[in-house]
């Protein structure tokens, strides 16, 4: 049996004291380089981070190299911050102290969705950016489809929902815009078409696919062939313990369509986390009843691996959780919240971590 992880004194245990209060579970700490394993050369080290310039007190800092999205022109942290929390749990001045912290440690890019809140989370992203004048700092990718007074991709129903987030971000552009979720009603031709005078337009960037099945993508690429803007960005849901969903036929799929996979949910709702072991550890709520139905012989046996890896490295289990999925070639940046500011520096550390072919066997092992 895999020892059981223990927390260590330092960065680690910091970030370790984050897992247990992110609202999605998504966090990481910073590895132990001594412990890795993996070997890196001075170039391929350098290539891996990069100076940014901070706020006038603290000056430059150094922070993990960005990552293209697709072919957007974006690049941004191999982190995205989610912003699914504000306007629900977070209200505007907690969301305002976790987006200070994000920006101020590099992050770059946050993903909202007009229906977070009925659009309540759009409306804080854009009073923070007025207030704190990042707009030029920061990159948003929002979805469309699903507000209640704009809900599918009918083409007025995309007009209105694009114009409907422009005001609440306070913004003359979306930079991403992901259809959210499929709409069987509506040819994808037609909101292609929608989405493409928009771009036209100037108020829309690029467009990305949230939720779509393998047969959907591929009926887009073909369209896109014919003169249609070209899904770049493919958001889903991915991690540990819910692999099959995505690998197969949608991970072929957006491989070969070269889309830029940014998985939500990378920490199964918080149970990757390792703060439930047992059923007397779940909150009675709605992400506990979420977290639960990972308890189990599988459940045990991924966070036995995750145990024996983080506690070599001197890390969190969370971390090598987030680290196995920064590892696959088809991910861009994971979608991750934070409901404190101090949670952002562990979310953000998570792509210090280069995970070794054994490690990662060891966890795919344990997953299957």
């Given at each position: 049996?895999a020892?059981?992880h223990s927390?260590r004194?330092?960065?680690?245990?910091?970030?370790g004291?984050?897992?247990?209060?992110?609202?999605?579970?998504?966090?990481?700490?910073?590895?132990d380089a001594?412990?890795?394993?993996?070997?890196?050369?001075?170039?391929?080290?350098?290539s891996r981070v990069e100076t940014?310039?901070?706020n006038p007190?603290?000056?430059?800092?150094?922070?993990?190299?960005?990552?293209a999205?697709?072919?957007?022109?974006?690049?941004?942290?191999?982190?995205?911050?989610?912003?699914?929390?504000?306007?629900?749990?977070?209200?505007?001045?907690?969301?305002f102290a976790?987006?200070d912290r994000?920006?101020?440690?590099g992050?770059?890019?946050?993903?909202?969705a007009?229906?977070?809140?009925a659009?309540?989370?759009?409306?804080i992203?854009?009073?923070?950016?007025?207030?704190?004048?990042?707009?030029?700092?920061?990159r948003?990718?929002?979805k469309v489809?699903?507000?209640?007074?704009?809900a599918?991709?009918?083409?007025?129903?995309i007009n209105?929902a694009?114009?409907?987030s422009?005001m609440?971000l306070?913004?003359e552009?979306l930079d991403?815009?992901h259809f959210?979720?499929?709409?069987?009603?509506?040819?994808?031709?037609?909101s292609?078409?929608?989405?493409?005078?928009?771009?036209t337009?100037?108020?829309?960037?690029?467009i990305?696919?949230?939720?779509?099945?393998p047969?959907?993508?591929?009926?887009?690429r073909?369209?896109?062939?014919n003169?249609?803007?070209?899904?770049?960005?493919?958001?889903?849901?991915?991690?540990?313990?819910?692999?099959?969903?995505?690998?197969g036929?949608?991970?072929?799929v957006a491989?070969?369509?070269?889309l830029?996979?940014?998985?939500?949910?990378?920490?199964?709702?918080?149970?990757?986390?390792?703060q439930?072991r047992?059923r007397?550890d779940v909150?009675h709520?709605?992400r506990?009843?979420?977290?639960?139905?990972?308890?189990?012989?599988r459940g045990?046996r991924?966070l036995?691996?995750?145990?024996?890896?983080?506690f070599?490295?001197?890390?969190q289990?969370?971390?090598i959780?987030?680290a196995?999925?920064?590892?696959?070639?088809?991910?861009?940046a994971?979608?991750?919240s934070?409901?404190r500011?101090?949670?952002?520096?562990?979310?953000?550390a998570?792509?210090a971590v280069?995970?070794t072919?054994?490690?990662?066997?060891?966890l795919d092992r344990?997953s299957?």
């Open positions: 049996m020892r059981r927390y004194p330092g960065s680690a245990s910091v970030a004291a984050a897992v247990a209060e992110m609202e999605f579970g998504e966090v990481a700490g910073e590895a001594g412990a890795s394993g993996a070997v890196m050369s001075g170039d391929a080290a350098r940014i310039a901070s007190l603290s000056g430059p800092i150094t922070v993990p190299a960005r990552v999205i697709g072919d957007t022109g974006l690049t941004a942290h191999p982190v995205v911050l989610g912003a699914s929390t504000f306007g629900w749990t977070l209200g505007a001045e907690q969301a976790v987006l994000f920006v101020a440690v992050g770059s890019l946050i993903d909202t007009d229906s977070y809140a659009g309540r989370s759009e409306s992203l854009g009073m923070w950016m007025d207030s704190r004048g990042t707009r030029d700092r920061v948003i990718m929002t489809g699903r507000h209640p007074e704009a599918g991709l009918a083409p007025e129903q209105a694009v114009e409907a422009l609440r306070g913004v552009r991403l815009v959210h979720g499929e709409d069987p009603d509506v040819p994808l031709e037609e292609l078409g929608a989405i493409d005078a928009l771009i337009a100037g108020k829309v960037g690029a990305g696919a949230s939720d779509f099945g047969e959907r993508l591929i009926e887009a073909v369209l896109a062939a003169g249609l803007p070209r899904f770049q960005a493919f958001t889903t849901r991915y991690n540990l313990m819910e692999r099959r969903p995505f690998e036929a949608p991970e072929l491989h070969a369509q070269g830029a996979v940014l998985p939500y949910f990378a920490l199964a709702n918080g149970f990757l986390g390792g439930v047992r007397a909150r709520d709605a506990g009843a979420r977290q639960a139905r990972h308890l189990g012989r045990h991924v036995a691996a995750l145990d024996a890896v983080a070599a490295r001197g890390v289990p969370a971390t959780a987030l196995w999925l920064l590892a696959k070639p088809t991910v861009a994971p979608v991750a934070a409901t500011p101090e949670q952002v520096d562990a979310l953000l998570a792509a280069e995970l072919r054994s490690e990662l066997v060891e344990a299957a």
